[in-house]
C-alpha cells in the first residue's frame, strides 16, 4: 500500500472519527438538556414530563452502504426527529395525544450521503423520556448513481 493508500485509508478513519465526535457531543448535549428539564420538572408537582427524545434507527436496506454512511443516516435522522419533537419537552406525559406523535414523522423524508430517506415510525414509548423507533427506507428513483 502506497502513500496514496494510507492517505485514503486515514481520512476514512477521519470522517469516522469526526461523525463519532459529532455523535457524542449530541449525547452530551442531550444529556445536559435532560438534566436541566428534570431540575425544572422536580421543582414542579411530581408530574411527568417530557425531558428527552431518543431516536432508534433501522434501516430497510443496507445494501451499499458503509458503516460511515449507515452513521451518517442515523445521525440526520436523530437531528431532524429531534427537531420537530422538540415542541413537545417538557409536556406533561398525561396530556400527551400519543397518535400524534407518528403523524409528525411518518412519510417525512431526510437526506443523507445524497440519498433520500422515507422514516416510518415503527415504535414510540412516551414516559419521562420520548423513545422513537423508526424505520429509513430508501426512495427508490432518487438513489446517488
Known amino acids: 500500500m502506497g502513500a496514496a493508500g494510507t492517505n485514503a485509508l486515514i481520512g ?4 469516522h472519527l469526526t461523525l463519532v465526535n459529532i455523535t457524542l457531543q449530541d449525547q452530551l448535549e442531550d ?22 427524545i431518543e431516536t432508534y434507527l433501522i434501516l430497510t436496506s443496507r445494501e451499499g452502504l458503509t458503516e460511515y454512511d449507515e452513521l451518517r443516516v442515523k445521525l440526520e435522522a436523530a437531528e431532524k426527529v429531534k427537531n420537530w ?6 409536556q406533561d406525559v398525561a396530556g400527551l395525544d400519543t397518535l400524534w406523535i407518528p403523524s ?10 445524497g440519498n433520500k430517506y422515507r422514516l416510518r415510525t415503527h415504535l414510540v414509548i412516551i414516559n419521562e423520556k420520548l423513545t422513537v423507533y423508526l424505520k429509513a427506507t430508501l426512495v427508490k428513483g432518487e438513489a446517488r448513481q
Open 12 to 15: 476514512q478513519q477521519v470522517d
Open 31 to 52: 444529556a445536559q438538556n435532560e438534566l436541566e428539564k428534570l431540575k425544572e420538572s422536580s421543582k414542579k408537582k411530581k408530574k411527568q414530563t417530557i425531558t428527552a
Open 85 to 90: 419533537l422538540s415542541p413537545l419537552l417538557g
Open 104 to 113: 409528525i414523522v411518518d412519510n417525512r423524508e431526510i437526506e443523507a450521503n
